[in-house]
């Protein structure tokens, strides 16, 4: 069934006309239907038609006098029924902070429709995607599952034939194949490093929500992944190679090599596309406390000719807490070219060192304990929404790791959870490919798969 184009708006204590919804550019094409309910009954009758509601505009006043909080759970599955927006009057003392904990989307002052149409686009693309998530069927003999559709940004003109372009391309075009099985030696791992046999391969990180500038679309955003191939080449994870480059403390060449090749891929990628994707970089405590090599890695990203605003450095949280001095000059250079830092396994006991950091972190991604497994239990812990709730505090975005399940995007949607990363918007690929979300039909499926809905 295809999602309707109309979008049910649900009014408390608010009324749509005067605070001009309609009257703003970014909504003039969006068929938006509202409906007014001002008293206990006509909000009890209101929520009783479950499912029927895509955004809710209220009144501060009203969430409170009308107990709306009571009613954004439904019964069943405690998962929010719908975007709750709420209005704060011009003298109010209501904190966004509050206002997140209270379950709002976002909160707007009354008069400010610029903020209130830009909260309003952000918040009718997720309605649509939680309407074809909803819409999904399960019907016997079919699953439903999210797919990727690739946006692929080398495809414009192509990069300049310069020695530069050339290793670009390279680092783009090294065949994908499986990685070994089997036992490989200190020795064996070095020479594969001295011979070249290092690649990256790029996962994508998925918006949850549309990005706060309206004018500037999310171009993509990707982690770069190091690996090692094989005389065969055959790809290996960084687990059958890792543990040799930390006993004999090659990790920081590791970084540097990474940096370089990544920071060079990408500067190629954005000159041919004019896209300006975002990448995520991984940068190792011994790297920060090597001043030579850290020293390097910071020149790398200095000079990199990158889009402003274009990389993301993440970091342990023992690297944090050491705070080494390589890591402040990082921080410094990151901050002047409007890059960012990105805090590990975040869980909720790190409130205290995010408040530390809070003039250098963009990013945290939650501890994958918290949401791996696809159990939608954990989605709704309280450890979750602490999270959420302490890097809404300080300005910081969220990303969730190991999402392989359609069945988690709605919950972690619904707790605040920013962007979302894992092979259920495929795997790591050699190359800066970029997924949207689409609904594909596919045939009975051979056995239990995760991610399919499953037959009701």
């Not at 990256?200 to 982690?223: K, N, Y």
């Not at 909720?348 to 950091?357: E, I, K, N, P, V």
Request: one cysteine or more; proline letters at 6%; a negative charge.
């Amino acid at each position: 069934m295809a999602v309707s184009p109309i979008v049910e708006v649900l009014c408390l204590g608010v009324d749509a006309a005067g605070l001009g919804v309609g009257e703003q550019p970014q909504l003039a094409n969006e068929e938006l239907a509202f409906t007014v309910a001002t008293d206990r009954p006509a909000v009890h009758q209101a929520f009783s038609r479950s499912g029927r509601w895509d955004i809710i505009l209220c009144s501060a006043a009203a969430f409170y006098d009308l107990a709306v909080d009571y009613w954004l759970q439904d019964d069943d599955d405690g998962e929010r029924v719908a975007s709750l927006i709420l209005v704060r009057g011009p003298g109010s003392q209501l904190a966004p902070a509050e206002a997140a904990a209270r379950g709002a989307a976002d909160l707007v002052t009354h008069g400010d429709r610029e903020h209130l149409a830009m909260v309003m686009a952000r918040e009718l693309a997720v309605a649509r995607l939680r309407r074809r998530l909803d819409e999904q069927p399960a019907t016997p003999g079919q699953a439903a599952l999210l797919l990727p559709r690739i946006i692929d940004y080398e495809r414009p003109a192509p990069i300049s034939r310069g020695a530069a372009a050339a290793e670009t391309e390279a680092a783009l075009q090294i065949p994908q194949l499986a990685a070994t099985a089997g036992e490989i030696t200190d020795r064996h791992v070095k020479a594969l490093i001295e011979h070249g046999g290092l690649t990256l391969e790029f996962q994508a990180i998925v918006p949850l929500r549309q990005r706060h500038d309206l004018r500037a679309p999310d171009a993509g955003m990707f982690e770069a992944l190091l690996r090692l191939r094989d005389e065969q080449g055959r790809l290996l994870p960084p687990g059958r190679f890792f543990p040799a480059a930390t006993r004999h403390q090659w990790l920081g060449r590791l970084d540097l090599w990474v940096f370089r090749r990544a920071l060079s891929v990408l500067a190629g990628v954005q000159a041919a596309s004019g896209e300006m994707p975002r990448l995520f970089l991984n940068l190792s405590a011994e790297t920060l406390h090597a001043r030579e090599v850290g020293d390097a890695v910071i020149a790398a990203v200095a000079d990199a000719r990158i889009g402003y605003g274009s990389l993301v450095v993440e970091v342990q949280r023992d690297t944090l807490m050491q705070d080494p001095p390589a890591l402040r000059r990082l921080a410094k250079t990151l901050k002047a070219n409007g890059h960012g830092l990105l805090l590990e396994q975040f869980g909720s006991a790190d409130c205290g060192l995010l408040s530390a950091q809070k003039d250098h972190l963009t990013h945290v991604k939650l501890a994958a304990a918290l949401v791996q497994g696809g159990d939608r239990a954990l989605l709704r812990s309280d450890d979750i929404r602490q999270c959420v709730r302490c890097a809404r505090n300080h300005g910081v975005q969220v990303i969730a790791l190991a999402v392989d399940d359609p069945a988690m995007l709605p919950g972690l949607h619904a707790l605040g959870v920013d962007y979302v990363q894992g092979h259920l918007f495929g795997l790591p690929s050699e190359k800066l490919v970029y997924p949207a979300l689409v609904r594909t039909e596919l045939g009975p499926p051979q056995g239990p798969t995760r991610g399919s809905s499953q037959p009701g």
